[in-house]
């Protein structure tokens, strides 16, 4: 019943669809139902988890996706920081941010606990969204509008930096996301990003 | 029929140590194809060095524009050249070799390589010559000249038919009747790599032929997302053919070091069946955080389909070292759970570079990889050096390393030569395979700091805006850096051996049985047969008596440990994620 005892090298006579030991079931078992619980994880995070790389995706065009940013920008636009303008927008507003060789336009000024809708877009190349310290990654893929519903859980001076090859400039490339609280205060429980660099908010 | 009788008479000899037949046109493939990998590895490793001391943000070596144009030519050296220059290799030895018999249409198969060489020369003129600075995926927009996507095509096109001859030369050696039986389960795995290297390179014309027409200006646009999507369906899945040749080789070098048995063809032939099945999937672990797919698609391609390709690779994590301790057993080695693993020949290089591949791509790179490449933890990962961390333990710790394990093998069957530098040699798996755990750790926690993958100056001095990471982040930095070196050093020493044995090294055509002899591994001189009546000790191993373990219990041990590993890693990365802010 055993297999005729033969290393991988050796050519198999006969047939060789026999049965397996128990020690070689249990494992092939066990690896399944493992497998499994991998699978079910992500449809059940999907459902109870607060974290779903989602959102609202669709085509759209760089150049008009630019206009509709700078419009956002100006609509609410509070203040400026190296020549970056500063945009609070309300609280459930459609936020819009290009990145662009090399730069992200424009500064957000986000309400802590506040529920936004975040248009991630490029004019140009791909880029990569990396909100640091937090460590939050997304693709940017020009011609794709990725609306993602983000809601922070913290204030800070956080920042966005490239994290997707875009050019010789790549690693100049960061942003600027500002969390404050409810009284318009950024406290900063974010050791790792400096606060009050440049204009304040 | 005998195999000699077809071909012309003189063109086969027979191996002293195997007794396999040799065809001598085949035999200049595997060392053609061999030898160019090499060089491929040398100019790859080179880079590794200059990228490593400059990710180093202590040390920053190279200027910004020589980071990034290095940082492609590394990619192309290794991932591409070296790993498939490699690859035709085994598919020469193993269709031709392993089977006894002639390659089908050697010239073509000339012919071909020269194609590949072209490719390989007219990619790396390209990329020197600062005409392809777009790294190893050059994602659309981003533009090199068109010579640098015909270089691709002609190496694409070239290893497609030296796929299409390994499968002619399976159906000459079935036809003439080389073998007894069902093809060597190591012939299997080859086979398994092959097939799904038709289909990576299929993806690779459909991505690179519109990219080059795009490049001349024929086509006004390549989508940059579909673009994504075929890429690494040619990306990622090329990955797979690294695995299913690298279990082969798992396979043949247990085989030849310590006699491990199959233990059940039916179990290790599934789970080739398994990758090919579902291995073409895994171009979604690129895309999870990318705005051009839908949950649903992102959730079954990531999982490859539930998890199944995964499921194959914990089946070879057993049957691996299982048919490794059962093939030591059987020959005696049986005191307690460990004892075949405690008197396995660690001095011999194929055996320390088969255990060292196993382990670390298994515990590091198939945990690391699984983790990371779920949907949702992703984005945790996506782009930080987390990800060159997972794929430097499975490709360079668990490819690179079992290719040179079997390198050693090869060195004194196909090249007839002595393996030089013996000393270094013994202990060249274990100066690699350290430096790069150190590297691949050091990667995978500035990872997990948010440290970006692919980026000249973490320190952001000519940036807009601050940033300042934890500063633990230069303690793993520095990890990988010191790793780095040891890793490239003995990368170096690998390249060393192998070029003053082929070239230089002493002839070997005999291999007396019994005997010591510095440079000829232990496993050709002392073959590890089993005794005559192994059948009957089979039966008494796999005695009920002796319980659920069965005849390996070392093995279900270690695999439990690997288990409990993956779950507490896998679990902790949830928890992580959790922290973040709500998203979705």
């Known amino acids: ?201 | 029929m005998t195999a000699a009788a077809v071909p012309a008479p003189g063109a086969f000899r027979k191996c002293g140590a195997t007794g396999l037949l040799v065809h001598s046109r085949a035999e200049w493939l595997i060392k053609l194809n061999a030898v160019t990998a090499v060089v491929a590895l040398l100019i790859g490793a080179s880079a590794a060095l200059l990228l490593v001391l400059t990710r180093w943000q202590a040390v920053h070596l190279l200027p910004a524009v020589w980071y990034y144009r290095l940082l492609g030519v590394h990619g192309m050296n290794m991932l591409i050249f070296f790993i498939i220059y490699f690859e035709m290799a085994v598919l020469w030895f193993a269709g031709t070799v392993l089977l006894n018999s002639r390659p089908a249409a050697p010239r073509f198969g000339f012919f071909n390589f020269g194609l590949m060489v072209v490719g390989s020369l007219l990619i790396l003129w390209m990329q020197f010559s600062g005409k392809a600075d777009v790294l190893f995926t050059s994602y659309p927009p981003l533009k090199a000249d068109p010579i640098y996507y015909l270089g691709i095509i002609l190496f694409a096109v070239g290893g497609l038919c030296v796929v299409g001859q390994y499968f002619a030369t399976l159906v000459i050696a079935r036809r003439e009747k080389t073998y007894v039986g069902s093809q060597p389960l190591v012939v299997y795995g080859a086979t398994t790599a092959a097939i799904i290297a038709v289909v990576t390179l299929l993806h690779g014309a459909l991505v690179y032929i519109p990219t080059f027409l795009w490049s001349v200006g024929l086509i006004p646009a390549v989508d940059p997302e579909v673009y994504r999507l075929l890429w690494w369906a040619l990306g990622h899945s090329s990955q797979q053919i690294n695995v299913a040749a690298m279990v082969a080789i798992w396979y043949m070098l247990g085989g030849l070091t310590v006699g491990a048995v199959v233990l059940n063809e039916k179990v290790s032939r599934s789970a080739f069946v398994l990758y090919i099945l579902f291995i073409s999937m895994a171009s979604a672990h690129h895309l999870l955080v990318d705005p051009g797919f839908g949950p649903a698609w992102k959730i079954v391609n990531t999982s490859y389909f539930m998890y199944m390709a995964v499921l194959a690779s914990m089946v070879h994590g057993f049957t691996v070292p299982a048919g490794m301790e059962l093939g030591m057993r059987l020959r005696g080695f049986t005191d307690g759970l460990f004892g075949w693993l405690r008197r396995a020949p660690w001095g011999d290089p194929g055996f320390s570079a088969l255990v060292l591949s196993v382990v670390v791509f298994g515990f590091f790179g198939g945990i690391t990889g699984v983790t990371i490449g779920t949907e949702q933890i992703n984005i945790l990962a996506h782009n930080t050096l987390r990800i060159p961390g997972h794929f430097h333990a499975t490709v360079v710790s668990g490819t690179a390393m079992a290719f040179m394990g079997a390198t050693y093998y090869l060195l004194p069957l196909i090249f007839q030569r002595k393996v030089a530098f013996w000393k270094v040699a013994r202990i060249q798996p274990y100066l690699f395979a350290g430096g790069m755990l150190m590297v691949e750790m050091g990667m995978t926690f500035a990872g997990s700091f948010g440290v970006p993958r692919r980026h000249w100056d973490i320190s952001f001095s000519q940036a807009a805006f601050d940033v300042q990471f934890n500063p633990v982040v230069d303690l793993f930095l520095a990890l990988m850096g010191i790793g780095g070196i040891l890793a490239v050093t003995g990368a170096l020493a690998f390249i060393l051996i192998a070029v003053k044995s082929v070239f230089l090294g002493e002839k070997v055509t005999e291999f007396p049985r019994g005997s010591a002899i510095a440079g000829i591994p232990q496993g050709l001189t002392n073959p590890p047969v089993h005794a005559a009546n192994v059948d009957e000790i089979n039966e008494q191993l796999h005695a009920p008596s002796r319980g659920w373990m069965g005849a390996t219990p070392g093995t279900v041990v270690l695999v439990g440990v690997f288990f409990l590993a993956f779950i507490l890693y896998y679990f902790t990365n949830w928890k992580l994620l959790s922290f973040l802010w709500k998203i979705g």
């Open chain 1, 1 to 201: 019943m055993l297999t005729k005892v033969h290393t991988g090298l050796e050519p198999v006579p006969g047939v060789w669809w026999k049965p397996a030991h128990k020690a070689e079931k249990i494992w092939v078992a066990v690896a399944f139902v493992w497998c499994m619980i991998l699978f079910a994880m992500m449809p059940l995070w999907h459902w109870k988890g607060g974290q779903n790389p989602s959102g609202v995706r669709r085509r759209v065009d760089p150049k008009a996706f630019y206009a509709r940013t700078v419009a956002f920008a100006n609509q609410y636009k509070v203040g400026e920081d190296k020549g970056l303008p500063i945009v609070a927008p309300p609280a459930g507003a459609d936020v819009y941010v290009t990145a662009l060789t090399f730069q992200w336009y424009p500064i957000l000024k986000l309400e802590r606990g506040k529920e936004y809708t975040l248009h991630l877009s490029s004019l140009d190349v791909n880029h990569g969204f990396s909100l640091f310290p937090i460590n939050v990654n997304f693709q940017v893929v020009p011609g794709y509008d990725y609306g993602l519903r983000v809601t922070p859980t913290a204030t800070g001076d956080f920042r966005i930096l490239c994290n997707e090859f875009c050019g010789i400039g790549h690693h100049t490339m960061v942003g600027r996301v500002i969390v404050v609280d409810e009284a318009g205060r950024t406290v900063s429980d974010n050791a790792a990003a400096a606060v009050g660099q440049g204009g304040q908010p």
